[in-house]
């Protein structure tokens, strides 16, 4: 057993951090000498705003954007990504690998304890990730560590992996935010009670929960980092009224604005003693196109659904100029291995002219659903709707409560608007919608070829060669245009004067609450 080196990337960097460093929490929130300068506060309760319902708690299944902060909070990971979108030592305090990258093994920081005051030992690691492989259960990220052959502990603060293929992001996918480590007595008990409750190990603990309205949590006191969190309480307020939330962060009851709308951050970041952050980032939108059903079968109805879309005005018209456009490649410049996506003009004459190719010379009538949440589903189907007229796409745009959405269209139904994060790696982000076992895979579009080339990239250790097979992986996503695309959303962030050390990244579901404080304690 060695330590990996100088091929494999993320690994050197997630050591690198390591040996650096005693331990993230030395990490200033933001990366700034400013915040290394200031003198943490301990005390106070942080107020947080979002306008997304918190549907569940089960860090296995989860996917809302307010869900993920608060998992956050409440779990830890064997790592975790930091701001830089690297990994970093959470439970697991040091990790090494084979020189094969096929087996890695991974040290826990001794003495953590669950909320219950339970040990966290090897035991509740190998049962996490047994439940995460077991396809009688639903879980998020089986996707992404399919990969993994046995889990088993060496002893209780060590867990050794060994896997089907060489792997060397695997330190990488063991912070996918699906994978936090929960009590192998949770695991054992009632699933539906996943839901409602929580048992982590995390900075803060569960004290209310309210899906629709506030999710109380309260400092940890026996949190590994010593002295963290400095805050004694959080509390996530949901306001389903965009304008009542902005309303509420702008006169001071509320600390932070997890998501800023864009048409509010000119007006919100030129706000007296307000911080509005903005942050490139590959979160997107994506207009789902069931493949197994009449149109979207026809990859030519696709396409000229794609040449129906003007990307510039999207960004301009819904983004407020805080985005860029995307032509349907799932990944964004800021991934290593992103090929530099051709640029899809509209052009609706030709749209229509290859819709009629297609078999539809008289256009095609459809309805495009979209949840109310966030704003910006809506706001780009309402123009997609404008754009595409032309084109021959007759669009009705059917908008319905977040909850409707999840209940019945979210993974259902044929022609509707999905919403998501940056993932952490390409493998991350094709296992999450493209491949055939995807996650969430919601088109029907099947791919043996693509399927290969993401299964062979995630064998590879090969730099080059890992370069290689993921730009012909976007090769053909783009020739075959399994998703509309349209846009990459910046993100938007606030605090007010007195909440010091908010974290924002292009991840922007990684936020280390733990290095937060408020000057007014």
Partial sequence: MTTFMISRRTMVLGLASTALLPGIDMLPADGSAGALAAEPKSGGTLKISHSTRIATLNVMTLSGPAEYPVIDMIYSGLTRMGPDNQP?????????????????????????????????????????????????????????????????????????????????????????????????????????????????????????????????????????????????????????????????????????MLTVQQADFDRISKATGITAKRVPSGRFVNVTMRQDQKPFDDVRVRKALAMAVDRPMLVDLVLEGLGRPAYDNL?????????????????????????????????????????????????????????????????????????????????????????????????????????????????????????KLIADARATTDTAKRAELYAKAQELQLAETPYIVPIFEDVLTASGKDAQDWTVAPLSRYFYAENVWLNRA
């Avoid at 539906?192 to 603990?205: I, S």
């Fill in 88 to 256: 970093k030592p959470d439970l697991a305090e040091r990790w090494e690998a084979s020189d094969d990258a096929k087996t890695f093994t991974f040290f826990l920081r001794p003495g953590v304890t669950f909320h219950d005051g339970a040990s966290c030992t090897a035991d509740d690691v190998v049962a996490t990730f047994m439940a995460i492989l077991d396809t009688n259960r639903p879980a998020a990220a089986r996707s992404v560590l399919n990969m993994i052959d046995t889990v088993e502990a060496v002893d209780p603060t060590t867990v050794k992996f060994s896997l089907k293929v060489p792997f060397a992001d695997l330190p990488i996918s063991t912070a996918h935010a699906n994978a936090r480590i929960l009590s192998k007595a949770a695991i054992d008990g009632p699933k539906e009670k996943l839901d409602t409750t929580a048992n982590g190990t995390g900075p803060f603990m569960l004290e209310t929960y309210d899906s629709a309205r506030m999710v109380r949590l309260v400092k940890n006191p026996k949190y590994y980092i010593a002295g963290k969190p400095y805050l004694d309480a959080i509390e996530m307020h949901l306001f389903p009224d965009l304008a009542a939330e902005s309303a509420n962060f702008l006169s001071g009851a509320m600390d932070v």
């Fill in 331 to 451: 990944i964004s410049p800021e991934f290593p291995y992103a090929i530099k996506t051709p640029e899809i003009a509209y052009d609706p004459a030709a749209a229509k002219q290859l819709l009629a190719e297609a078999g539809y010379p008289d256009g095609i009538k459809i309805t495009l659903v979209a949840s109310n949440r966030p704003a910006i589903r809506g706001q780009v189907a309402i123009a997609l709707k404008q754009m595409a007229l032309p084109a021959g796409f007759d669009i009705t745009v059917e908008s319905m409560p977040h909850d409707t959405y999840l209940a019945n269209v979210w993974m259902k139904g044929q022609f509707y608007m999905g919403y998501w994060g940056m993932q952490p790696t390409e493998d991350a982000t094709f296992n999450l919608l493209l491949t055939s076992n995807a996650s969430y895979e919601d088109t029907a579009w099947k791919n043996e070829t693509f399927d």
